[in-house]
């Protein structure tokens, strides 16, 4: 194998490698993007999970004060 071959076959390697470089590049780049986007659903996800707790919480609240007014008739009416 001539010098001039050697040299040709390098190129084409380093071109190949220049090219998957470039797409990986790319392709970290649209992750990036995805990650970025998730993490604003995971956000949301979360105040709205935080919401519906308080909301749980408040539910129960008033169950107990009903079930406190119901004991309280039904001593009443004994």
Known sequence: MTIDER??????RHEALAE?????????HEQGA?????RV????LIANSA????NIR???RI???????IEKLEERQN
């Open 41 to 44: 659903n995971i956000d949301k």
């Open 63 to 69: 169950a107990e004060l009903h079930q406190t007014r």
């Open 51 to 54: 919401q519906d707790a308080e």
């Open 20 to 28: 998957s470089v470039e797409l990986l590049t790319q392709s970290i």
């Open 58 to 60: 408040a539910l129960a």
């Open 7 to 12: 040299l040709e076959k390098l190129t084409e």
């Open 34 to 38: 995805n990650i970025d986007k998730l």
